[in-house]
């Protein structure tokens, strides 16, 4: 399948909506039988609370943080393509946050790989989010860990 670089097909952080669709299209290969995604959308509540809208901050070095983590990833999982991105900016409820797919010849690496990325993209990427709340009131969540 390749080298692990090449392995990864997309990793970003960006403005730009990102899509589920965008990350199987972008690990389709004949040469694999499975596909597993994951979608993190803007869910309505938090902690018994309403949620109104989150807006997520990247720092500057984000962008490399992600291509880093798809490269440790693609390593551990040598028959796997991979594509991730997070989206950062105002979202509304329903929005995806971040969205993956990862594609293998078999079933249980796709799914085991896909979980491990979503993992270690949660602890590892510098992405904060400011959570508005359906009262007014907002608070600042740090997305790492």
């Given amino acids: 399948m390749g080298a692990a670089a090449e392995r990864v097909r ?3 952080v960006t403005t730009e909506p990102v899509s589920v669709a965008r990350m199987v299209e972008a690990v389709a290969d004949p040469r694999c039988g499975a596909v597993v995604t994951f979608d993190g959308v803007v869910r309505d509540h ?3 609370r309403g949620v109104e809208r989150l807006e997520y901050s990247a720092h500057p070095g984000a962008a490399a943080v992600m ?3 798809a490269h440790e990833i693609s390593a551990r999982y040598p028959d796997t393509l991979i594509a991730v991105a997070h989206r950062y900016g105002p979202l509304e409820i329903g929005d995806s946050a971040l969205a993956c797919a990862v594609a293998a010849p078999h079933r249980k690496q796709a799914f085991v790989a896909c979980d ?3 993992d270690t993209v ?3 990427l510098p992405i904060w989010k400011l959570q508005v709340f359906d009262d007014g009131e907002s ?3 740090g997305a790492l860990g």
């Fill in 10 to 12: 997309l990793a970003e």
């Fill in 46 to 48: 938090d902690g018994g």
């Fill in 67 to 69: 291509l880093e983590v």
């Fill in 116 to 118: 491990d990325l979503v």
């Fill in 122 to 124: 949660k602890q590892r």
């Fill in 139 to 141: 608070e600042w969540v």
